[in-house]
């Protein structure tokens, strides 16, 4: 079975500051892929990043970085110089590769709130 | 590109009745996925179609839920009868065919059972 561990339910922090956003996972495939999404207070789920197991470079897109450890089954989300606009709940998320197993298994979510 | 669209946005019955939901998936999108959201929680599977073709439904309590997809492009969810625990958000996403393909996601349906 799949799981997905967010430890972090909520977290505050004041504009400006870096914040690091925790995920670890259990899985028996040998090949998955693990996604972070944003859910901002409208409630749409916003696709931000897409890792599969065999790529385990970190990742930087502006003020957003990631970092894969296959080792430790973390993959942990950075946000440099937090803004207000950053408030949101931030879900991981796991998905195998056959057909029968790419649904996602989310974590329980971390909520951000970034206090100007 | 328009997204993913679901319908309505929000709605309130009481408990014992039915309630359909809606969602049309991004054009060209092969797999579409029902997840229910309850309040405080990550999203969890209801079904997940290929096409018009049901591939995991594992997870969906079939004595009151069900779901279609006749013709590979939108889809409906029902509920019937609604039981109290049914409350949640219902959240529809599409990607296209392939491994590791983004789900993307719909607004979803916050549905209250009074």
């Known amino acids: 079975a799949q799981k997905v561990t967010q430890a972090q339910t909520e977290i505050s922090v004041v504009e400006k500051e870096d914040v690091t956003l925790d995920c670890v996972y259990e899985?028996?495939?040998?090949?998955?892929?693990l996604f972070w999404y944003k859910q901002p207070p409208s409630g749409e789920l916003v696709f931000l990043i897409r890792r599969n197991s065999f790529d385990e470079q970190n990742e930087i897109s502006g003020r957003y970085s990631w970092n894969f450890q296959k080792s430790t089954s973390s993959f942990n989300f950075t946000i440099t110089a937090s803004q207000v606009v950053d408030s949101a709940v931030y879900f991981c998320a796991l998905s195998g590769v056959d057909t029968g197993r790419r649904a996602l298994t989310f974590g329980s979510g971390t909520r951000l709130q970034v206090q100007p | 590109e328009a997204g993913v669209a679901q319908s309505p946005r929000y709605k309130i019955i009481e408990k014992r009745q039915s309630v359909a939901f809606w969602c049309n998936p991004i054009s060209g999108h092969a797999t579409l996925y029902w997840y229910q959201q309850i309040l405080g929680q990550g999203p969890k599977l209801l079904i997940q179609f290929q096409n018009n073709g049901v591939v995991d439904d594992s997870q969906l309590p079939k004595d009151r839920f069900s779901a279609e997809r006749l013709k590979g492009v939108d889809s409906t969810l029902k509920i019937q009868p609604a039981k109290l625990e049914d409350s949640a958000v219902y959240l529809c996403a599409s990607s296209s065919q392939g491994t590791g393909q983004p789900q993307h996601f719909g607004d979803g349906t916050r549905l209250s059972i009074l």
């Open positions: 899985t028996r495939d040998t090949t998955y892929y």
